[in-house]
């Protein structure tokens, strides 16, 4: 920003105006109107630079939308055969930078020179040797879906058609320190066969073959998860399911859809994408 239009944000909006400079440091921008990061523009040169500028992307617009806290959450990219960008640890999640993102082979090793990764770079790295159709990991701490993590209630899927299509079957995993080898293994072992998981008293974990998908996910679950309490309370007397048989037609349509896209995949016409 330069000129009568910079002064004005820095005068008007001083931390916003900090702010909105160091991301065009970094190549990338935001809206100055409502405070939402702006995807990275799309001038940088290398590649690598264009990928960790998403997965910065995709942790200020989790932590925008409320999806995460400022120092939980973690989001991962698998950008080659044992490749993955992924966020730091101790780092301020609603500033995340480009420059913050490092590199972590599948042993959880770092390639970044000093980068110190997050401390559930295990579970990413199980998550991705499980799971060869995926290209992105993202754990966060969304309000209702934390909430209902921390009771025996499930977030129920057959309230709303787009929780079901979505989301499909939730994985829910037992209590486990964070960062622990448990957690790892179970968080690995439960998304051979779901594409989300809630682990008890911590949060939730997304899967998807890009950014975009794991995102989309962990904000569907969150919507179903608010859904889920409000037909047990406000709602509770007039709360309606979508019947059975209408529940295992979306089943259907997705999975032929899921098909679909393996095909493509499997000959070799699709890249991965963040949307």
Do not use: W
Not at 13 to 34: C, D, H, K, Q, R
Not at 113 to 139: C, M, N, Q, W
Not at 168 to 181: D, L
Not at 186 to 201: D, E, G, W
């Amino acid at each position: 920003m330069t000129g009568k239009a910079d002064i004005l944000v820095r005068q008007t909006f001083p931390p916003l105006a900090s702010f909105a400079f160091e991301l065009a440091v970094a190549g990338e921008s935001m809206n100055i109107e409502t405070n939402i990061p702006v995807r990275p523009v799309t001038f940088m040169s290398d590649e690598k630079r264009k990928d960790k500028a998403e997965v910065a992307y995709f942790m200020r617009r989790l932590y925008a939308r409320g999806l995460t806290t400022t120092s939980g959450g973690n989001i991962s990219l698998r950008t080659g055969k044992d490749r993955i960008l992924i966020t730091p640890s101790g780092s301020d999640k609603g500033r995340m930078r480009v420059g913050e993102i490092g590199v972590v082979d599948l042993d959880g090793q770092p390639v970044s020179k000093g980068f110190k990764p997050s401390i559930e770079t295990l579970s990413h790295t199980l998550i991705y040797r499980a799971r060869d159709d995926i290209a992105s990991v993202i754990h966060a701490h969304p309000p209702q879906a934390s909430a209902l993590s921390a009771s025996s209630i499930p977030v129920n899927t057959s309230l709303f058609g787009e929780s079901r299509a979505i989301l499909g079957e939730i994985a829910y995993v037992g209590y486990h320190r964070m960062g622990s080898a448990g957690l790892a293994e179970a968080l690995a072992a439960a998304l051979t066969t779901s594409n989300c998981a809630i682990m008890r008293n911590h949060g939730v974990v997304a899967v998807g073959s890009s950014l975009l998908e794991a995102f989309d996910r962990i904000e569907v679950l969150e919507a179903a998860a608010a859904l889920t309490v409000a037909s047990l309370t406000c709602l509770k007397p007039f709360a309606v399911e979508i019947p059975e048989a209408d529940l295992l037609k979306i089943d259907e349509m997705m999975s032929k859809a899921e098909r679909g896209r393996c095909h493509i995949r499997g000959s070799g016409h699709e890249t991965r994408s963040s949307g």
